[in-house]
């Protein structure tokens, strides 16, 4: 089975702080995402990497930074956390290719006060 | 722009056959997937269609007509474990996936 795991489920920081969101996956996928959920919108996409050290900015980079240093791991950095990202972050990986389903990680709920 | 429409919740009973629509506007087609997503939960795969018709998988399939933009997911013999929300979501001509805001499902006994 595929396994995505994320580092905190629960997660509070104050305004300002640098907050790091860890993703690690085990099936060797190339592909891996950070999204965000917030109610009444669909998943939103902050982030992708199709491989190691490549990253691609999706529709709400602002804010935001990411690092894929190996192929298992996809970190999501708030450089100055605020509160209108608090929120629901999911990470995903998926292989390479169009039909491809994404796999995703159970989720941190983040919340900036 | 782009756009995906669901409806906002829908209300079914244990036993029953529900179905749950959804239309896109998008630039380009690679495909349209369907998941599930129980509350607090992570969302998970139900689904992929790329040729037009239907796809059965169990109690669940899943339709689409590209020429229509629209798809459908039909749950069969409704059980309580079936509350959840079902997201819709279609590939871009840049092969990105566009989701919709999905659709809350609630059983009643």
């Known amino acids: 089975d595929v396994k995505v795991t994320q580092s905190s489920r629960y997660l509070v920081k104050r305004t300002g702080e640098k907050v790091f969101l860890e993703c690690v996956q085990d099936?060797?996928?190339?592909?891996m995402f950070w999204y965000r959920q917030d109610p009444g919108l669909g998943l939103r996409l902050i982030y992708f990497?199709?491989?190691?050290?490549?990253?691609e900015k999706g529709d709400i980079p602002e804010g935001y930074s990411v690092s894929r240093e190996k192929k298992e791991r996809f970190s999501l950095i708030l450089e100055s956390a605020s509160t209108n990202q608090t929120s629901m972050y999911l990470c995903?990986?998926?292989?390479?290719?169009?039909?491809?389903?994404?796999?995703f990680g159970p989720g941190t709920r983040l919340t900036v006060t | 722009g782009q756009n995906i429409d669901q409806p906002t919740e829908m209300t079914a009973t244990e036993g029953a056959i529900v179905q749950i629509n959804c239309t896109y506007q998008?630039?380009?087609?690679?495909?349209l997937f369907w998941y599930q997503q129980h509350a607090g939960e992570a969302p998970t795969f139900l689904s992929y269609?790329?040729l037009d018709g239907l796809e059965e998988k169990g109690r669940f399939s899943s339709f689409l007509s590209r020429s229509k933009g629209y798809s459908y997911l039909l749950l069969k013999e409704l059980q309580m474990k079936d509350s959840a929300s079902y997201l819709c979501?279609?590939?871009?001509?840049?092969?990105?996936?566009?989701w919709g805001a999905g659709t809350k499902l609630i059983i009643k006994p």
């Open positions: 269609n790329v």
């Open positions: 998008t630039s380009g087609f690679n495909g």
């Open positions: 099936m060797d996928h190339e592909n």
């Open positions: 990497s199709y491989d190691v050290k490549m990253k």
């Open positions: 995903a990986s998926s292989l390479a290719g169009d039909a491809y389903e994404q796999y």
């Open positions: 979501a279609v590939k871009d001509s840049n092969y990105q996936l566009i």
